[in-house]
C-alpha cells in the first residue's frame, strides 16, 4: 500500500510541472525521481507499476492527488496543486 501511495505521489509531482508539460524533467525538479523511476522500482514502485495498479479507475487521478497532498502513504509532496495533477496524469498514461 505504501509503494503505490509513494507511486502516486511520484506521480502527482510529476504533475506539478505544470498541467500541460508533465514530464521526466518536471518528476525530477520536484523529487519524484529521488525514490521512483518509469521502469523500474527504486525505493518506491515504478511510475509505470503505479499506473498499472489504478488503470480503469474513474477516481485515480483525484484519490492519487489527495494522498500526496496529505502525507498519507507517502511523504507530503509540496508542489502546488497544478503540478501534482499534471504529474499523476502523466504517471497514469503510461
Excluded: Q
Aim: net charge positive; charged share 30%; glycine share 8%.
Amino acid at each position: 500500500m505504501k509503494r503505490i501511495a509513494i507511486a502516486a505521489a511520484a506521480a502527482a509531482l510529476v504533475f506539478a510541472a505544470g498541467a500541460a508539460t508533465a514530464s521526466p524533467e518536471l518528476a525530477k525538479k520536484n523529487g519524484c525521481t529521488n525514490c521512483h523511476e518509469v521502469d523500474k522500482k527504486k525505493v518506491g514502485p515504478a511510475f509505470k507499476d503505479i499506473a498499472a495498479k489504478y488503470k480503469g479507475k474513474a477516481d485515480a487521478a483525484d484519490k492519487i492527488a489527495g494522498e500526496l497532498k496529505a502525507g498519507k502513504g507517502h511523504p507530503a509532496v509540496k508542489a502546488s496543486d497544478d503540478d501534482i495533477k499534471a504529474l499523476v496524469k502523466w504517471v497514469l498514461a503510461m
